[in-house]
């Protein structure tokens, strides 16, 4: 990840506000919020406070649109060690298909509907774009309702993207 900030007047008035712009590039995925470190000094004393930014991996997503054979076909292709994780894991909130798709878009997978062939089922997929290269993500979410549980599996091009993506939604469902 890169950080790119401006730099700010050495002086600042009391109660006075500076917006301060932050760039951030994703070079690949990455599974910790970043951290800045803000540095001053206030009458007299230096001041050194270390801050997460709360940025995902997920914001560097963008949702994709692909019918049944081309997932599926995809789906298959992703096979490899590392490539996919699947939870089982409780709801959290109320199992309610639009705040579902809701969520899978805000983590930057486009809902594919009609492509699993349980129409309870939710398909995703979305590309995460990094610097110089794009990592595939699919996800399949299969709710129960009766048990108030839901099983998410997601495939990945790039290893271990796939464990990051459940654990990060995961939280949120």
Request: charged share 20%; net charge positive; hydrophobic share 40%.
């Amino acid at each position: 990840l890169r950080l790119e900030g401006q730099r700010v007047p050495q002086l600042i008035s009391a109660g006075a506000q500076i917006p301060q712009t932050i760039k951030a590039t994703a070079i690949t995925a990455f599974a910790e919020t970043p951290l800045i470190q803000i540095t001053f000094n206030a009458a007299g004393n230096p001041h050194n406070m270390v801050l997460r930014l709360p940025l995902l991996v997920n914001k560097f997503s963008k949702g994709t649109s692909m019918g049944a054979q081309d997932f599926f076909m995809r789906w298959k292709n992703l096979n490899q060690p590392g490539q996919e994780c699947q939870k089982v894991f409780k709801a959290t909130k109320a199992m309610d298909n639009d705040l579902v798709r809701g969520k899978m878009q805000g983590f930057g997978f486009q809902t594919l509907d009609g492509v699993d062939p349980k129409p309870d089922n939710f398909v995703g997929a979305g590309i995460i774009v990094c610097e110089g290269s794009q990592i595939g993500c699919l996800l399949r979410l299969e709710p129960s309702k009766s048990a108030q549980m839901y099983r998410m599996t997601i495939r990945s091009s790039r290893e271990g993207v796939a464990e990051l993506l459940v654990n990060l939604l995961s939280q949120d469902l």
